[in-house]
């Protein structure tokens, strides 16, 4: 089972002030296991080393460090952590083991909480498992050069945003030991409440990193998609060279092609548009650009020193309608223009393809079949550099167990975050004004509206029914007509209303169109307009006469 965060978003929009959130005393918890984990109770100081090595003057871990509550986004009262104190500086501090942690055929569980209280400009909030050999004693000091078998967690600066996972393996060809990185690793959360970060190895090579229980990279450590492990079998054999008559053109120039006789290479890319005329009113007389004939010389102009003042040019405004100076034609492209001659690419007859050289095994090649087996680990610290302060370190563990790991997160990193979250949201900034719910745009529904909607709704009803009427009559006419006699007269009534009614309509509307587009009735015509008329008439038929003799014409023709 993953951890599994509850959804606080709605008690979040509940929260206006982090005086009312309510925190909840810190409860020590207790593994029944062997596997180390720590909460930074008061004999912490008994565990954790802090270190000063200087490796020289420049590289001096000055870094102090301190357990204490957090003082931004407080959680559990009570609840401390280990605190990275100094600003721009290095710092180290390591926790010997009680005994030896053997992750041979086994499952390597690390989980710690990370808590940036100012953010994380540039710096890292990594762990690392420390070698049992060569590791950290009461004589020696962690630094950067003890040698560890696993790093991992947060780093970040500048663009650089990941969460690094590192195995750190011996060649035993070399006898040297190589940092293994993860080749894509997961992006660090950089927020100012806690953030939980597990990494588990399992003993059949595969790997997870998760963040708050989620997964966030899985994989296996064998596989070359997440890390190379091991050297390639083959390499290039470095005394193998490429013979001398080698050819590997793909493409070579046409030895048989000529240059045809009419292509020109010395032909301009432009020339002067032979259809261009200068226009009527340009003057070619009339300067482009005039001395300025309101420029004053300058009172400190000294033209013994300075030379003859010259009044700067100006555009000539009697150009301002059309163009002045020499005229010349505008230029445009050249049809005849061919550019170079060059022959055409035809395939290579003696190409080889490109050369390589042979492969030879490779003499340093080795394999790393079980990488989870790592090193007996003795301590566990974190050596960092970081430009920010007050980074907070909580309930590390390392074990055997996932569930174990889970049942932690569950009980400690869960009631914690969720009280930070509820503090952070309600310090969050606020807006400087409340938003205004838009007005609600209620329509007003007029009577007629009102009546509409009611009959239309009446009417559906009156027809479902009519509807459900008509199959039980078709199913038994004679119990329905018998049973329900006033629907079969209700709903006669109704399909003779509706023809009844149809016709009406359809005859009113008949009516009316007939009285508009019919002809008017006839006038009393008085004898003098009567023969106007008659002329008039007489007029028409000679020109429609002639319009038709015309038409005749036209088809003659």
């Known amino acids: 089972m993953k951890v599994s965060r509850p959804i606080i978003l709605l008690f979040l929009s509940l929260v206006s002030y982090a005086a009312d959130v309510e925190r909840k005393d810190f409860l020590p918890l207790s593994l029944e296991s062997d596997a180390f984990f720590e909460q930074f109770n008061e004999t912490w100081a008994s565990r954790w080393k802090p270190s000063h090595s200087k490796r020289d003057d420049n590289f001096v871990y000055r870094g102090e460090w301190d357990v204490e509550e957090p003082t931004v986004n407080p959680g559990l009262k009570g609840d401390k952590g280990l605190v990275a104190k100094t600003e721009a500086a290095h710092h180290a501090i390591s926790a010997r083991l009680p005994t030896p942690f053997d992750n041979t055929n086994n499952t390597l569980v690390l989980q710690y909480e990370v808590k940036l209280q100012k953010g994380l400009e540039c710096g890292g909030a990594y762990i690392k498992l420390l070698s049992q050999e060569g590791g950290v004693s009461d004589s020696v000091e962690f630094s950067n050069d003890t040698p560890y078998q696993v790093m991992f967690g947060p780093d970040k600066c500048g663009m650089s945003n990941k969460v690094h996972f590192i195995i750190r393996r011996k060649n035993p060809k070399t006898g040297e030991y190589e940092e293994k990185h ?186 790393d079949p079980t990488p989870s087996n790592l090193e007996p680990i003795g301590a566990l610290g974190f050596e960092l550099w970081t430009m920010t302060d007050s980074i907070m370190f909580d309930n590390i563990y390392l074990g055997h167990s996932i569930e174990e790991a889970e049942y932690i997160g569950n009980n400690t990193f869960l009631p914690k975050v969720e009280i930070e979250e509820q503090i952070a949201a309600a310090n969050a900034p606020q807006a400087k004004y409340d938003a205004e719910e838009p007005e609600i745009q209620v329509e007003e529904q007029s009577l007629v509206s009102d009546l509409l909607d009611k009959s239309v709704d009446r009417v559906l009803k009156v027809y479902a029914s009519g509807k459900a009427y008509w199959a039980d009559f078709l199913d038994d006419p004679t119990k329905t007509l018998l049973n329900r006699p006033g629907e079969a007269f209700f709903f006669a009534s109704v399909i003779v209303g509706t023809i009844t009614t149809t016709f009406a309509i359809s005859a009113t509307i008949i009516s009316i169109f007939a009285t508009l587009f019919a002809p008017s009735a006839p006038q009393p015509v008085k004898r003098s307009e009567a023969k106007e008329r008659i002329e008039s008439v007489e007029e028409k038929a000679t020109a429609s006469e002639s319009k038709i003799n015309e038409t005749e014409a036209v088809k003659r023709g």
């Open 182 to 367: 993860l080749k894509v690793p997961p992006m660090a959360r950089i927020v100012k409440t806690s953030t939980l970060y597990t990494l588990i190895i399992k003993p059949n090579q595969d790997f997870e990193i998760r963040i708050n229980g989620e997964v966030a990279k899985a994989g296996s450590l064998l596989d070359s998609r997440y890390f190379e492990l091991t050297p390639p079998k083959e390499i290039d054999d470095p005394n193998d060279e490429k013979p001398a008559d080698w050819v590997d053109d793909e493409l070579i120039p046409d030895p048989n092609a000529v240059k045809p006789e009419d292509w020109d290479e010395d032909a301009p890319y432009l020339i002067p548009d032979p259809d261009a005329v200068k226009p009527e009113d340009w003057d070619e007389d009339a300067e482009a650009y005039i001395p300025d004939p309101d420029a004053v010389k300058p009172e400190y102009w000294d033209e013994e020193e300075d030379g003859e003042w010259i009044a700067p040019k100006i555009p000539n405004p009697a150009c301002e309608q059309h163009g002045c100076g020499p005229w010349s034609a505008p230029k445009i492209r050249n049809p005849d223009y061919k550019g170079k001659w060059t022959p055409e690419l035809i395939e290579n007859p003696d190409y080889k393809g490109p050369w390589s050289p042979r492969k030879i095994p490779n003499p340093n090649y080795y394999e």
